[in-house]
């Protein structure tokens, strides 16, 4: 598995510039999810609810853990798999039993953000699937026969499965992105908008999505409301709207999950309810004077910013122990200066940058 939060090794280069090229890579939690030294990627030891993309093919490994799922139930879009079937890239929810940077899983679960048809390409990095805005970044995981592996190698109409985190209303993060031949149905996760209780219609980005028959059981009163964090799965309606009809509609929560002494979550940040609490997710998060934060402050924490929170699951809330901004920033170019502490870039006059005692050189 790739080690995330750090940049490739590469030989020494010699030359007779007195400026050097240097690839900054300004990761404000120090490192990715599971980041960090290998101590940190596990924890205290118990039962354990680890949620984050799957760092390898064939193999269960989440958050720097590696687990052991041969007596584990593997499910991928509702359907009984194997271990062989978990990908690089697929986020998945794992449940078991965690001892330092291993653990036995009892149970893995992987859905999409959403499979349907691909609509457009608005640039090298945002496409448009069944309504929805996926945005790529150079960690995204492509299938097989994709290539390149970029958005440059999908075609427009073509089906796609995409693997991620809903990032804001309309908006998802794909780690992961399949071709499919066919589909027997369409899915979306994503947050309600446009809610219209006469027709029984919502939108999920740009998606109308037909409600009246489908199965809403899961939703409070069984009727959705905008703001929700909802997963859809119908088919698509021959009409003007495209809609799709859909079969069922439940939370994206984990409220079925037990308690976790240990638990981990990467996700984005859809709801903030108050200074101490927010959504990751489907996942109510509690901080407290005691939560550590790195790579970022509470005051920074807004729809739309990736997490890594560490902590224990009590009664459906995650009491955070610790909070890592995923953000990262990453700049290319000869030095123009370098004074004390800081230094600027050929090109970019407007940017410093400051390094300390705990910044990393490659």
């Known amino acids: 598995p790739r080690e ?76 009984n798999a194997a271990e062989a079937d978990v990908r690089d890239g697929m986020v998945a929810v794992v449940s078991g039993n965690v001892s330092g940077n291993t653990g036995t899983a009892t149970s893995v679960e992987i859905e999409e953000v959403v499979k ?18 996926v945005q790529v970044d150079e960690s995204t995981v492509y299938g097989p026969g994709i290539a390149p592996a ?32 066919s589909l027997s149905e369409l899915r979306a996760q994503g947050i309600v908008t446009g809610l219209d209780l006469m027709a029984q219609t919502f939108l999920i980005g740009t998606q109308p999505v037909d409600y009246s028959g489908a199965d809403t059981s899961d939703l409070p009163g069984g009727v959705p409301a905008n703001g929700q964090l909802v997963r859809v799965r119908g088919l698509s309606a021959l009409s003007p709207q495209d809609e799709i009809v859909a079969t069922v509609v439940r939370l994206a929560d984990f409220d079925d999950f037990d308690d976790a002494q240990e638990a981990e979550i990467e996700a984005f940040v859809t709801e903030v309810l108050s200074p101490t609490q927010f959504r990751l997710g489907g996942h109510l998060v509690q901080t407290n004077a005691a939560t550590v934060f790195r790579g970022g402050t509470a005051m920074e924490i807004v729809v739309g910013v990736r997490l890594d929170v560490h902590g ?9 122990t610790k909070v890592e901004f995923e953000s990262e920033v990453k700049l290319e170019s000869d030095v123009a200066g370098v004074v004390g502490n800081t230094i600027t870039l050929v090109g970019l006059p407007g940017i410093t940058v400051t390094v300390d005692a705990i910044t990393e050189y490659d």
């Open 312 to 320: 224990s699951r009590v009664n459906d809330v995650l009491l955070a």
């Open 150 to 181: 970029a958005p440059a190698g999908l075609t427009i109409n073509e089906l796609l499965e995409v693997y991620g985190f809903v990032k804001s209303p309309g908006v998802v993060f794909a780690t992961r992105i399949e071709r499919e031949s």
């Open 116 to 133: 349907g048809r691909l609509e457009q390409k608005l640039d090298a990095s945002t496409l448009v699937v069944q309504g929805q805005t």
């Open 4 to 79: 995330r939060g750090r940049l490739p090794r590469r030989g020494t280069r010699t030359n007779d510039r007195l400026t050097t090229l240097i690839l900054f890579r300004l990761l404000a939690a120090g490192g990715g999810g599971g980041g960090g030294t290998p101590s940190e990627g596990g924890g205290i030891g118990g039962t354990g609810l680890h949620i984050g993309p799957n760092e390898g093919d064939g193999a269960v490994q989440v958050n720097g853990i590696a687990f052991d799922a041969a007596g584990a139930a593997i499910t991928i879009s509702g359907m």
